[in-house]
């Protein structure tokens, strides 16, 4: 079946570091991938996607690639800041169903 | 702005109990969703519904129920509450993406 493996956390990074998460999946087919972002006390929320290969995903200064030849979807932030501060989702949806898998889920701390 | 409510951030109940956790989206979506998130596991998906009134096995079923009576609300029913279902819950519903709740914190004691 469809898998999603993610980096173990914690990641610990001072601020206006580099970020990279490294995340790789298992599926048939040309599944659509995501990355959501969970801050603490709330729901998981959509940070960004990419439906067909070689497609990057980008928003609020993260930015992700879709490598079909690597099954690969790292997650990278040039420059992180404290407010990045939260879990972090990668996960995978066959095209046209609407059934997602997740990853474990990497937790992120930034410090001042 | 898109909206999925869950009725209860914290629930604490005790062993045995029956337990209903609400869940209600304003996006007029088709597809909702029940998942579990423990620390380590990520998330499981329990039960989803593609349909009112209907509804399909997730990953861990087990010791839960769904009921899906109008197209908004999907409640997740634990129908003796235990120990090992003292979890977070996150119901999402979903058009071209899935959008979560805040999430329910339950706690059987």
């Known amino acids: 079946g469809d898998s999603v493996t993610q980096m173990e956390g914690p990641v610990t990074l001072s601020e206006e570091a580099f970020l990279t998460i490294n995340c790789t999946y298992t599926?048939?087919?040309?599944?659509?991938l995501f990355w959501y972002v969970q801050y603490p006390g709330e729901g998981l929320q959509l940070l960004l996607k990419?439906?067909?290969?070689?497609d990057k995903g980008s928003n609020k200064g993260f930015e992700a690639t879709y490598r079909k030849e690597t099954t690969s979807f790292h997650l990278e932030k040039g420059s992180v800041q404290v407010s990045d501060s939260a879990v972090y989702f990668c996960a995978l949806s066959p095209w046209g169903y609407q059934k997602v898998t997740f990853g474990t889920g990497t937790k992120l701390q930034v410090i001042p | 702005d898109v909206k999925v409510t869950q009725s209860s951030r914290y629930l604490v109940k005790r062993t045995g109990e029956k337990v209903f956790l609400e869940c209600v989206q304003d996006m007029d979506h088709e597809n909702m969703f029940w998942y579990r998130q423990d620390p380590g596991l990520g998330l499981r998906l329990i039960y989803f519904?593609?349909?009112?009134?209907?509804?399909e096995k997730g990953d861990i079923p087990e010791g839960y129920s769904v009921s899906r009576e109008k197209k908004e609300r999907f409640s997740l029913i634990l129908e003796s509450a235990s120990t090992n279902q003292t979890s977070m819950y996150l119901c999402?519903?979903?058009?071209?993406?899935?959008?979560f709740g805040a999430g329910t914190r339950l706690s059987v004691l």
């Open positions: 599926a048939t087919g040309y599944p659509s």
């Open positions: 990419a439906t067909k290969a070689d």
């Open positions: 999402a519903s979903s058009g071209d993406i899935q959008y």
């Open positions: 519904s593609y349909d009112v009134k209907m509804k």
